[in-house]
């Protein structure tokens, strides 16, 4: 039987912009209350962004893993399906027990990690530390599930019940801080406890609704040379891009914390939070289309595949370009109505560093294609390149710059990075760079010119108050301004016309 992979994207689109809201609403209700102490914030992040190293402890098998799982599932071959998620997820579980390892030395010893804490502040470090080293566990499941979900397109499934997890940690919120003595311990707690509810209830339904034996997995839940060998030439540039990304995006907060202190963190912490916004909708954005993209390797249809790139290209650009654009014009008057004077700092750092994802709509899908034609060469070179120009840069320059090096050079090392994906991508397609200028960028010139235009405009007009009304006129202005621009693009743009107009007709069909 034929799926029908647009309806299945706009599932997971629907379910998704759900996820964001409340992404939205936890970022605008729960950091508020976790800012009022600068200091514990800066802890409370630092903590998070170690959360983060479990994330890419799969050392690149559960990534490469996904692709191939996604090849046998085009085939169906579910055995081998189930036995090289089994095998991945496996050999995750070895690294993010070494990980939680070296999470329990910080626990004992968060001097180690933190300059100048102590106190409170330092009790509060170690029982934070001690509750994410012993949630290691949740994260491998909840990981191995979306891989399972993910290679089926269904998405959507997991994300209904993330989205019900989500619900229940906001509304904590009010518990663990409404009083006004916040206990940001135990809400830490109860996090990875509702996480835990979450995987519980996916896999019940794993079992009861999916072509997926558990008990196979369970069975090959072991070291395998089979699987080993299938993988491993990818998986090792998966973990070089891993690590890569580590040193990349997720290791600022570290340097930060032993350069200049918990304050400092706080500072670039908050415009962090908003660029990781941006990278969880590009994650919503793509993540479906690469099982996609594997669909067409695992049928040998190279020529669909590309063209289904180019597909991908072409509609997402703007809805990565314009509201890059329009937060980074609007961060100042957000960032005051949002948390307040306190975070002045943080107001040049979130405009520059958010810019850093402007060329997203090249480097992530060529990151997918590049990795299902498996061109090793290509990511290694790309995953060692980004990496030492942003730290070469903050080397030389943070004496001068102090927190800003981190932010110019993130937006560097990043366009140099995608740029050098943009020239191989168009030697595999086979176009020359006009052509792919004039077919993905020329369309939205004018959109993305208005955009601007509108969002100078309410620059001068947008309240800087810190309120909660002031935040909800600002967070209102970016949105309408984005939208404007969105629609004028389905204006000035025959394929994203033509596209929207087919999905329509699927959906109203769906409906009857």
Not at 161 to 167: D, P, V
């Amino acid at each position: 039987m034929k799926i029908n992979y647009t309806i299945t994207y706009l599932k997971i689109y629907f379910w998704q912009m759900i996820s964001i809201f409340l992404g939205l609403a936890s970022m605008f209700i729960v950091i508020p209350f976790l800012t009022e102490n600068k200091t514990t914030y800066g802890v409370y992040s630092i903590v998070i962004s170690l959360n983060i190293f479990y994330t890419y402890a799969n050392v690149g098998f559960l990534n490469a893993g996904q692709k191939y799982a996604a090849e046998y599932f085009a085939m169906g071959d579910l055995e081998n399906e189930i036995r090289t998620i089994s095998f991945a997820s496996f050999i995750y579980l070895l690294f993010i027990s070494i990980i939680s390892l070296i999470i329990v030395v910080f626990a004992i010893n968060p001097q180690y990690l933190i300059t100048g804490i102590d106190g409170e502040n330092l009790i509060i470090a170690r029982k934070l530390l001690g509750i994410l080293a012993f949630s290691s566990p949740i994260v491998v499941i909840q990981r191995t599930i979306q891989v399972v979900f993910a290679v089926r397109i269904k998405d959507y499934v997991y994300q209904q019940f993330s989205i019900f997890g989500s619900l229940v940690k906001i509304l904590s919120v009010f518990y663990f801080f409404g009083s006004g003595q916040g206990n940001i311990v135990l809400y830490f707690l109860f996090i990875q406890i509702t996480n835990l509810g979450v995987v519980l209830i996916s896999i019940l339904y794993m079992h009861l609704k999916i072509e997926f034996s558990l008990n196979l997995f369970i069975k090959h839940f072991k070291f395998s040379t089979i699987p080993y060998n299938h993988i491993k030439k990818l998986a090792f540039t998966s973990f070089v891009l891993t690590l890569s990304w580590v040193a990349y995006y997720e290791s600022d907060l570290i340097v930060i914390g032993k350069l200049f202190g918990a304050e400092d963190v706080a500072v670039y912490s908050l415009a962090l939070s908003i660029l990781a916004l941006f990278r969880t909708f590009f994650g919503i954005l793509y993540t479906p289309f690469t099982s996609r993209f594997n669909h067409f390797k695992g049928n040998n249809d190279i020529e669909g595949l590309k063209s289904f790139f180019m597909h991908v290209v072409k509609l997402t650009f703007p809805i990565v370009v314009i509201p890059i654009l329009v937060v980074s014009i609007l961060s100042k008057s957000f960032i005051l109505s949002w948390v307040g004077t306190q975070y002045f700092a943080s107001i040049e750092v979130v405009s520059t560093l958010i810019l850093c994802n402007m060329l997203a709509f090249i480097s992530y899908p060529a990151g997918i294609l590049f990795n299902t034609l498996e061109r090793i060469q290509i990511l290694f070179i790309s995953a060692l390149l980004i990496p030492i120009v942003y730290w070469i840069g903050i080397i030389v320059t943070c004496d001068h710059l102090g927190l800003m090096s981190f932010a110019i050079f993130k937006i560097v090392s990043f366009v140099i990075g995608a740029s050098f994906y943009f020239i191989y991508a168009l030697k595999e397609l086979n176009i020359k760079a006009h052509q792919f200028l004039k077919s993905v960028i020329l369309p939205y010139i004018l959109p993305m010119i208005i955009a601007v235009l509108l969002a100078l405009i309410a620059k001068d007009i947008a309240p800087s108050v810190y309120s909660k009304k002031s935040l909800i006129y600002n967070i209102v202005i970016i949105g309408l301004i984005t939208v404007i621009g969105l629609s004028l693009s389905l204006l000035t743009s025959k394929y994203l016309r033509k596209y929207m107009y087919t999905a329509m007709k699927l959906v109203l069909n769906v409906k009857r």
